[in-house]
């Protein structure tokens, strides 16, 4: 039995590759030291430029992959923690509505009892 190994994406791209980096080596055999000097001096600004333009959008697509496969994987304890994060944030406003409302419930509950009182 034998069996037919096909070539696949990252087979082929690394095909290409290869084959891209043949035509440079034969490229630069021919060139002369001062072309290649300059040609490696204009370069090598650029290309680390891109990489250092390149770097905070892969870090942040990278992040934002691992923290939803991480999110997917524990879903009810992210649910549990979003909610806890969730209820600290709303306490001060929950305290603040209490503080304002108590004094009011208090005088009702007086006058309630006055008039309760007065009529008995």
Do not use: H
């Amino acid at each position: 039995m034998s069996t037919t190994l096909t070539m696949q994406a990252p087979e082929l791209a690394l095909q290409a590759l290869e084959a891209a980096a043949a035509k440079l080596n034969t490229a630069t055999e021919q060139m002369t030291l001062a072309t290649r000097l300059v040609l490696m001096s204009v370069g090598a600004p650029l290309v680390g430029l891109a990489f250092v333009l390149a770097l905070p959008v892969i870090c942040v697509a990278l992040t934002a992959y691992y923290s939803c496969k991480l999110a997917a994987a524990r879903w009810a304890a992210v649910a549990d923690y979003v909610r806890n994060v969730a209820l600290f944030l709303a306490a001060p406003v929950i305290g603040l509505a209490y503080l304002l409302a108590l004094p009011f419930v208090g005088l009702g509950t007086l006058a309630y009892l006055g008039v309760k009182a007065a009529r008995s």
